[in-house]
């Protein structure tokens, strides 16, 4: 019997890590369970060195590449083609060299008498838990064909929602970008020549103007150092925000900030609803999607909110009345619906409609994004430039008032 060592989440969100004897990491999460964990991640003593080989842990599979490995898994298992030829197959036509030895490594699995979801789930770090999961539903219950159809929808809602906020934020990213180079190139060529013109004339400075001046001498002298300080400072700051704390604070920090809160509340609440509905919709129990949905959340609050949720319902709750308490993130539209779905027994259906719902909502906050932000930094902008002009202005005027 193969040893696992794994990682996983107690219900209170305190993550503890081991090694456990299992048959499969299936039977690993059941014995997981038992002693109140789920199971984030696993791996077979003896596998790791071998998988290091196959896949590069350094890149990151896109969402696209998985959208249409469902896609096109779905199309050949519907023509008749065998498992292994399928993967087979689309690992030829992925461009992830990630996602190609992903794909072969888990055709190896199964040729040597693995389910597909558990060869799935073997590689977290390219399949979800969600993806193995509703995979395993698919095998027991013989629709895999519409699990993977599932699937499909799932990504291609998550990918298009995320793609219409990143792309407006695009612009004011890019605007700000423009003003700090434009104020470094400022600082780095305009100033210095100024600072000699005021020390040749033995002008007495204002404070503020011999802040500018010493920041751009010490940019222009010290550029290595700025760079130095500047990169320790990301490499820090990305650091903090990977642990538990630094990931708290972020979620904190996103939930209260003015203009960004609505689209957060409304796309994870989108988010939440559409894989809810998908899981449900596939056939896992409503606890387990719960605890499948905590690990795909971003958002430290939601995920909380999700783990809760789970042990609430295993009590005898409805997941209508354990979310009641989380109305700082979830609206009563969202815990309504749900409530209405337990009642009539079509929660899969009503939140599906509810997701299209949110996500239209997303789409059109995004729109408006770019004319709300774009006066704040225009603002921003002039107040920086009002200040280096009055800042390197003001002790020529000075000058020119004592010449007369």
Do not use: C
């Amino acid at each position: 019997m193969p040893t696992y060592t794994y990682r996983a989440k107690s219900f209170n969100g305190q993550e503890e890590s081991g090694s456990l004897e299992a048959k499969s990491e299936s039977q690993l999460a059941g014995l997981l369970k038992q002693e109140g964990l789920v199971l984030i991640s696993a791996q077979e003593k003896g596998l790791a060195k071998k998988k290091r080989m196959e896949i590069s842990l350094f890149s990151r599979v896109p969402i696209t590449e998985k959208l249409m490995f469902a896609r096109n898994l779905k199309v050949l298992i519907s023509a008749g083609v065998v498992l292994p030829r399928s993967l087979d197959l689309l690992a030829q036509q992925t461009r992830s060299k990630k996602l190609s030895g992903t794909i072969l490594a888990v055709k190896d699995r199964i040729i040597k008498g693995t389910s597909f979801s558990d060869a799935l789930l073997g590689f977290p770090d390219v399949f979800s838990e969600l993806f193995g999961s509703m995979i395993k539903v698919g095998e027991a219950g013989g629709k895999l064909e519409e699990v993977l159809g599932l699937l499909e929808k799932q990504m291609a809602r998550q990918h298009e929602m995320s793609s219409k906020i990143k792309g407006a934020l695009a612009y004011p990213a890019v605007i700000i970008l423009a003003m700090l180079g434009i104020g470094a190139m400022m600082l780095l060529v305009v100033v210095p020549k100024l600072a000699e013109t005021f020390e040749t004339l033995q002008i007495e400075l204002p404070p503020s103007t011999q802040f500018v001046i010493w920041l751009g001498q010490t940019m222009a002298s010290r550029w290595y150092v700025v760079l130095l300080v500047l990169a320790v400072s990301l490499f820090l700051l990305a650091r903090a925000l990977k642990t538990e704390i630094g990931k708290k604070v972020l979620s904190f920090l996103s939930l209260k900030a003015p203009i960004i809160s609505p689209i957060i509340k409304k796309a994870n609440s989108a988010q939440t609803i559409r894989t809810l509905s998908s899981l449900i919709t596939a056939g896992v129990p409503i606890t387990r999607s719960l605890e499948i949905l905590s690990e795909s959340l971003g958002n430290f609050y939601y995920r909380k909110a999700m783990i809760v949720a789970a042990e609430e319902v295993r009590k005898g709750s409805n997941l209508s009345d354990a979310l009641s308490s989380y109305s700082y993130i979830y609206s009563p539209l969202v815990i309504q619906m749900m409530a209405v779905g337990e009642e009539t027994g079509q929660t899969a259906e009503i939140l599906e409609k509810l997701a299209d719902f949110y996500e239209e909502e997303v789409a059109n906050v995004t729109k408006n994004l770019t004319s709300i932000i774009e006066p704040i930094i225009m603002l921003f902008i002039g107040a920086a430039v009002g200040f280096f002009a009055i800042s390197m202005i003001q002790p020529m005027y000075s000058m020119l008032g004592s010449v007369q």
